[in-house]
């Protein structure tokens, strides 16, 4: 017997003869159908569920979403002004629907494929769905049953890949309360390296809804650098989860910066599982009024010497409301494991509030640990000193706002990427109020 | 041309009076020493004149270039030409030394209706300031003073100093600890900077200070007072006697 949740009403509507890509396939329409049963009795998390604890999906409850959309057609001059990069490979998803004209993936590096999702189920079918775990209620689960489409890339063994490749993933507004389920799947082969933008953009305050899984998979001595920019309206609910298995002497360099969206909640975790393997974790959210964000992240250690170094910070302005959760689980046997954890938040308004919880879960003995967090504001005698500058307050304000998120982005090795995302934050930097 | 006057000046923290009657008068062109104890109110004379927030005045007033000083925000003051060099640099990680120097030199710029420099020239200028105080140009892409020596900071004031050409310059114990070099290296800075149109207010503890940089005033202050004036010779009786006579000798 179906149940679902007072919290699950807007998809209450999805009937289960809805057809998907890939439904003519066994085993993925049987794990279409695993997670339609989980969802329907699980139906979304509540509030005295720990991880959701400080963010309440009621205003998410009470819209309704729509399938299916009239994309709107952009031009590819639009399209290059939109995205991030110029020179690099570009995927581009509109309304939930891939779109070949706008997207740059011919002539590809040899060695490197990237496909939509819908045409590449043979491709990834040994990874699907075994980064993510669809027993807890949610968000996994809904993506699972409905997802439509996505991003596949595989790089083949010893090969790296030169030019970045950039997802673009734009809502226009077209399509009222668009609800899009994307899941996007990325393996790398041993000893191969790559770099990827994961680009979402909104286009009109329109409320909209996106649910997104990206999957890594990372082979022995593979390098992932990978970022994501979420700059949805004001008006849309993100929330996206992204998870990574790491093979041994991996190394995966994620960096989450999330400025749009009136809910964004970003679940990040990888898996350290072979020796030497390394992970370095960091995110940038900058909100202001009624926004609200939550990070919830997770390292695993679960073998001898892996090490992980995860860097968060948060601007916070106007009435906005940030959720930081960081979970390092270091597993008994994970000797030697060097993992450090910071989280760091700078308020600029009486209305703004921020929770954060760094927390470490310790069971093996020999290890190199340390976390910290801290709230504070702009500190008076920095602002002081910039004004016996000549510095007007607003500039001294603003100029130590972004001074805030320079080590962050400090940690982006490439330059061109870091220019990139750095002119995104400064221009988005809450105007702070004096 | 009469730099800066200051009327009786009363200033409190909290209830807590620590300027209690100041009247000092500064010409231009002329350098004034202020000497005092520990704890006699130097620093917050020159934080009142910086327009620290945090201090209330509660008599007096303060005239720079016959315009009411104490009217005027920080930066107001800044691109007027008063500059102080702090005792305690802070360190401000993210904003490196040479985004500092071109704001507020594009501040005091702007302030004087001239154009921002262009980067070629602005490099220039910054590089001839850097000759002065002896400084290497990789400090220029540092976070303002972060990691900085004790030593290095205090050059850096003297850096920032040199590029504002402010026309009142308040140095709050620059000399303090600087090596016997960097002393000497300062020192030529600040008189480079001595001009008729120009005066220095030099706080300090040490009378080595004025061999390199000779002042034509030197001031006691002590609890919240002037209690002495004199020329360079008090400091060198100060340096033998220590503050106790002038402090007696200041009858209540
Ligand atoms: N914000 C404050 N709150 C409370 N007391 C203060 C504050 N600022 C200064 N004071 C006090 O005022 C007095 C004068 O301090 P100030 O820093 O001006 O002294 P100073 O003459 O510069 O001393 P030093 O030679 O040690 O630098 C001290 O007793 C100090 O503790
Ligand atoms: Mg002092």
């Known amino acids: 017997m179906k149940q679902i949740t007072e919290l699950a009403t807007p998809f209450a509507s999805i009937s289960s003869d809805e057809t998907f890509f890939g439904d003519d396939l066994p085993w993925l329409k049987s794990l279409r159908l695993k997670a339609r049963t989980q969802f329907n009795n699980a139906g979304l998390p509540a509030k005295k569920e720990e991880d959701w604890k400080y963010t309440s999906l009621r205003p998410f409850a009470r819209q309704q979403f729509n399938h299916g959309a009239k994309t709107q057609p952009l031009s590819v001059e639009q399209c290059n002004d ?16 891939f779109s070949a004209e706008l997207s740059k993936i011919d002539g590809l590096q040899a060695g490197l494929i990237i496909r939509p999702l819908s045409e590449a189920v043979d491709l990834i079918q040994p990874h699907l769905g075994q980064q993510v775990e669809l027993t807890k209620p949610g968000f996994t689960a809904l993506n699972t049953m409905m997802m439509s489409e996505g991003m596949a890339v595989t790089v083949d063994s010893n090969v790296k890949i030169e030019k970045t490749i950039e997802l673009l993933v734009i809502n226009s507004g077209e399509s009222a309360n668009l609800a899009t389920h994307l899941r996007h799947v990325i393996v790398l082969a041993d000893n191969s ?9 909104g286009l009109n305050a329109d409320s909209s809804f996106t649910n997104t899984v990206t999957e890594v998979i990372l082979a022995e001595s593979a390098q992932l650098k990978h970022y994501k920019l979420q700059q949805e309206s004001s008006k849309a609910f993100h929330i996206a989860t992204l998870a990574a298995k790491q093979a041994a002497k991996s190394q995966w360099t994620t960096n989450s910066i999330s400025l749009g969206a009136k809910l964004a909640r970003n679940d990040v975790h990888t898996q350290l599982l072979g020796e030497q393997s390394h992970v370095v974790m960091d995110g940038l959210y900058l909100v202001d009024n009624d926004q609200h964000v939550d990070f919830h992240t997770r390292i695993d250690h679960t073998v001898a010497n892996t090490t992980s170094d995860e860097l968060y910070k948060g601007i916070l302005n106007g009435n906005s409301h940030g959720v930081f959760n960081g979970k390092v689980m270091v597993h008994k046997d994970a000797q030697k494991t060097d993992a450090n954890q910071q989280n760091h938040n700078l308020l600029l308004s009486r209305g ?7 927390e470490m879960e310790i069971y093996a003995d020999d290890v190199k640990c340390g976390h910290g967090s801290t709230v504070g504001q702009i500190n ?20 130590l706002t ?3 998120t320079a080590d962050v982005l400090d940690r982006i090795d490439s330059e061109l990427i870091r220019t990139a995302l750095a002119n995104v934050v400064e221009q988005r930097l809450p105007k702070p109020s004096i | 041309m009469k730099m800066l006057e200051i009327k009786n000046l009363h200033a409190s923290v909290g209830d807590k009076e620590i300027l209690r009657g100041i009247n000092l008068t500064i010409n231009a062109g002329e350098v004034h020493a202020i000497m005092g104890p520990n704890g006699a109110g130097k ?17 007096g007033e303060v005239l720079y270039k016959g315009e009411n000083l104490l009217e005027l925000a920080a930066e107001e003051r800044a691109q007027r030409g008063v ?6 640099p802070v360190e401000i990680p993210g904003v490196s030394n040479i985004y500092l120097l071109k704001a507020a030199l594009n501040a005091v710029r702007k302030y004087q209706g001239l154009d921002e420099l262009d980067a070629i020239d602005f490099l220039s200028l910054v590089r001839s300031k850097l000759d002065l105080v002896k400084m290497d140009e990789q400090f220029l892409h540092r976070g303002v003073n972060e990691g900085f020596s004790g030593g290095e900071k205090k050059r850096n004031e003297i850096l920032q100093m040199a590029l504002l050409e402010p026309s009142l310059a308040i140095l709050d114990e620059t000399d303090s600890g600087l090596d016997i070099d960097a002393l000497k290296t300062v020192s030529e800075g600040v008189n480079g900077l001595r001009s008729a149109d120009r005066s220095i207010v030099m706080i300090t503890h040490y009378q080595r200070l004025l061999d390199y940089i000779e002042p034509d005033f030197v001031h006691v202050l002590s609890d919240g007072k002037i209690v002495k004036t004199g020329d360079k010779e008090l400091a060198k009786e100060l340096e033998k006697t220590g503050y106790s006579w002038v402090q007696q000798g200041q009858a209540e």
């Open chain 2, 83 to 88: 500059f102080l060099a702090f005792q305690y």
């Open chain 1, 380 to 399: 008076a005698d920095h602002l002081f000193f910039l004004r016996s500058r000549g510095l007007d307050e607003v500039s001294a304000r603003s100029l």
């Open chain 1, 82 to 97: 939109y995205a991030l990069l110029d020179d690099a490979y570009r995927f581009v998803i509109i309304d939930g629907v």
């Open chain 2, 43 to 59: 620093s917050t004379l020159s934080n009142v004149l910086a327009g620290r927030d945090g201090y209330t005045i509660t008599q």
């Open chain 1, 193 to 201: 390296e790559a770099t990827i933008i994961e680009h979402y953009l």
């Open chain 1, 402 to 404: 972004y001074a805030f």
């Open chain 1, 352 to 358: 703004c509030e921020i929770d954060t919880k760094p």
